[in-house]
């Protein structure tokens, strides 16, 4: 079974595309995100707790970011799935 058979059966898309649509996904967010924290970090400073800080703070609009490349690239329905798996795992089911 090749790479994108396995990534297919796992996230549970019916196409080949479908699963290079998603890794474009997550490769345009991670970029975006690196791009953009060249920009913020000087303006926060050098000390370690501001790289922690960071990435804390950074989560939410990466999230924001995978829905919106998600949407922009027709994979919309899929990313709020793991949106919604990502914040159950993370939060707990809410008893």
Do not use: H
């Amino acid at each position: 079974m090749s790479f994108i058979n396995r990534l297919k059966a796992r996230w549970n898309v019916q196409k080949a595309w479908m699963v290079w649509v998603i890794l474009l996904v997550f490769a345009l967010t991670g970029c975006t995100v690196l791009y953009l924290k060249k920009y913020v970090k000087p303006y926060l400073g050098e000390d370690w707790w501001v790289d922690l800080v960071y990435y804390i703070l950074i989560l939410p609009f990466y999230n924001l970011l995978l829905l919106f490349y998600g949407f922009i690239l027709g994979q919309f329905k899929y990313f709020w799935a793991f949106e919604q798996r990502f914040f159950k795992r993370m939060f707990g089911r809410g008893k």
